[in-house]
């Protein structure tokens, strides 16, 4: 199983971005996909979460700003940005919850990370 994120960037307070990540590989079901951050010097945190029903979870620091969304028929999830912050400088990390056989357990998959800059 592969995670291939994309996007990402500088930009600059009050701009937009989109992260992408596609699930690629041999597996039976993805349960959640979502997306981790983690800034220079701080833990890794969640900031949104998607299940395959739809069902969203966000940080609440960026609850009103940013948008997740899954095509489930591409094994694909979508972060859009919107109304930046300097705090939202960090290094973007896709996940999924994959179980890769009907009678495995969930894993925890976990994509490349790409930096989002908002800078001053």
């Known amino acids: 199983v592969q995670l291939q994120a994309s996007g990402g960037g500088l930009v600059q307070p009050g701009g937009s971005l989109r992260l992408s990540c596609a699930a690629s590989?041999?597996?039976?079901?993805?349960?959640?996909m979502g997306w981790y951050r983690q800034a220079p010097g701080k833990q890794r945190e969640l900031v949104a979460t998607?299940?395959?029903?739809?069902?969203?979870n966000y940080a609440d620091s960026v609850k009103g700003r940013f948008t997740i969304s899954r095509e489930n028929a591409k094994n694909t999830v979508s972060l859009q940005m919107n109304s930046l912050r300097p705090e939202d400088t960090a290094v973007y990390y896709c996940?999924?919850?994959?179980?890769?056989?009907?009678?495995?357990?969930?894993?925890?998959?976990w994509g490349q990370g790409t930096e989002v800059t908002v800078f001053s």
């Open positions: 996940n999924s919850r994959i179980r890769r056989r009907l009678d495995w357990p969930v894993s925890h998959y």
């Open positions: 590989g041999t597996f039976s079901s993805i349960v959640k």
């Open positions: 998607v299940t395959s029903g739809g069902s969203t």
